[in-house]
């Protein structure tokens, strides 16, 4: 057998005595020697970026979160991984939409250096039924294997990082969805542009925006050097809550390449502009 293939059955092994810890039914916890490691979350609309503070070198990390909190009505559109996830080399999501749980797991096999990390970020959409009166959280569980949230060194100890109480999702990702839909009020005390749900998106999005008043309604989407793409709307509308879908194409219905746009809308005073990402 060659150097090579044994350092590579070496890795192997490595990563299965991982996970095998990782999913353990009786998972034991390191004293860590320095400041307390921590899971901070952001909450950022409808999505949420995970931020991970460690002061020693890390070979993996598993993160599980429940999201239908106590509402249902929530759909997990996409998980992105940030540049120290990507650089993994193992990563994975495990999701189960039927009960609301998203478990992220990262693997290094020369291990991640001390940093306070971006980690990855969650992107959800709210249904219909979603009811604004009712808080919904994004919170930390154990799985059936009672493993929970943790960070595991280079010596395969696991080490229970502090994480912040339950967080709720943003008021913004309820603005259309909720308050004009489910409220008997339908004209928005102000008006607004939403951002677009799902973003990133790889098909279809929603842009929801609001109106005070009957308005002179533009939105256009701009591609990153400032060259109009598509006019999505551009006409009077009435006062209320409105929205509009773009399924990634040009004016001429051509699809566009993946990357950064911008959508604009003017309404009257109001003016505002919001970034979207396409991915395929």
Known sequence: MTQNHRYRNSLSVFAILFLFIILSNQPVYGIDPGKKDSILVYPQDCNFMVVGFHDEPLSGFAVPFKYKNPQTDINLDSVKFHRVMQEADMK???????????????????????????????????????????????????????QGLSFTDVDVNDIMPYIGSSLSFGKE?????????????????????????????????????????????????????????????????????????????????????NGIYFYKMRAGDFSDIKKMSLVK
Request: include cysteine; charge should be neutral; glycine fraction near 8%.
């Open 92 to 146: 994975d999501t495990v999701i189960d939409r039927q009960n609301g749980t998203v478990v992220v797991y990262a693997i290094w096999f020369d291990s991640t250096p001390p940093a306070k990390d971006t980690l990855f970020t969650l992107y959800f959409t709210p249904g219909p039924n979603w009811d604004p009166s009712v808080p919904a959280k994004l919170d930390t569980f154990r799985m059936e294997s009672s």
């Open 173 to 257: 990702c309820l603005e259309f969805w909720h308050t004009g839909q489910k409220s008997g009020n339908k004209v928005p005390p102000n008006f607004f542009l939403s951002n677009n749900l799902p973003n990133p998106f790889n098909a279809e999005t929603v842009i929801s925006f609001g109106l005070t008043q009957p308005s002179e309604v533009k939105l256009d989407v701009f591609n990153i050097l400032g060259q109009n793409v598509k006019t999505l709307v551009n006409g009077q509308l009435p006062a209320g809550y409105h929205k509009i879908s773009w399924d990634g194409k040009n004016s001429k219905g051509g699809k566009v390449q």
